[in-house]
């Protein structure tokens, strides 16, 4: 594992966000909507810098991989419980990658009835960019490697490292 960015790095590119959040929302209440389950850790701490009033609520989504594309795209796990019509909804996730997971995301919320939709992430990783989708608020780009820690997993392990850390290419594979 090679560390990218330690506690301190991540907790200043955070806070800055959340600064550039607050002054786009400028007072108004925004419903964030954290996917399921990497977007877990940054939001928890993004929403305790945001000086705005916060409604909170999840959304639970699972993307294919691998050859097979399903033409429905992303399948959701769980829904909102927030009637999500009428808000200024604020989607958190952990990774913009192919971006297909979040252009389903942005529709499905749309189509709900919010006044606004907006996109916030921890890291961008545009090399593999397949859908037209560029994040509205982001920590870090990212290149093309697999990365665990601070709420992303490998086969469902390392989403409680506080650091975001490379993993090898061969452990990567397995
Ligand atoms: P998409 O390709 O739809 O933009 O991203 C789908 C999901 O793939 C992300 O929300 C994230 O869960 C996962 N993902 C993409 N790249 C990485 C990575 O480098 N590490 C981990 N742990 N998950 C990733
Ligand atoms: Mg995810």
């Given at each position: 594992?090679?560390?990218?960015?330690?506690?301190?790095?991540?907790?200043?590119?955070?806070?800055?966000?959340?600064v550039?959040?607050?002054?786009?929302?400028?007072g108004?209440?925004?419903?964030?909507?954290?996917?399921?389950?990497?977007?877990?850790?940054f939001?928890?701490?993004?929403?305790?810098?945001?000086?705005?009033?916060?409604?909170?609520?999840?959304i639970?989504?699972?993307?294919?991989?691998?050859?097979?594309?399903?033409?429905?795209?992303?399948?959701?796990?769980?829904?909102?419980?927030?009637?999500?019509?009428?808000r200024?909804?604020?989607?958190?996730?952990?990774i913009?990658?192919?971006?297909?997971?979040?252009?389903?995301?942005?529709?499905?919320?749309?189509?709900?009835?919010?006044?606004?939709?907006?996109?916030?992430?921890l890291?961008?990783?545009?090399?593999?960019?397949?859908?037209?989708?560029?994040?509205?608020?982001?920590?870090?780009?990212?290149?093309?490697?697999?990365?665990?820690?601070?709420?992303?997993?490998?086969?469902?392990?390392?989403r409680?490292?506080?650091?975001?850390?490379?993993?090898?290419?061969?452990?990567?594979?397995?």
């Amino acid at each position: 594992m090679t560390i990218l960015h330690d506690e301190a790095s991540i907790r200043a590119g955070v806070d800055a966000l959340a600064v550039r959040i607050a002054a786009h929302y400028a007072g108004r209440e925004v419903t964030v909507l954290v996917v399921l389950r990497g977007g877990i850790v940054f939001a928890a701490d993004l929403i305790r810098r945001l000086d705005l009033p916060v409604a909170l609520d999840t959304i639970g989504v699972a993307s294919y991989t691998g050859a097979v594309q399903h033409a429905s795209g992303p399948r959701l796990t769980s829904t909102p419980q927030i009637d999500l019509r009428d808000r200024d909804v604020l989607i958190v996730d952990d990774i913009l990658d192919t971006g297909r997971t979040l252009s389903h995301l942005r529709e499905e919320v749309a189509r709900r009835g919010a006044r606004s939709v907006a996109t916030a992430v921890l890291l961008d990783k545009p090399a593999r960019r397949a859908a037209p989708i560029e994040a509205d608020f982001k920590v870090f780009s990212v290149p093309d490697v697999w990365i665990v820690g601070y709420g992303l997993d490998h086969h469902d392990r390392y989403r409680n490292l506080p650091f975001l850390a490379a993993l090898d290419p061969e452990a990567a594979g397995g």
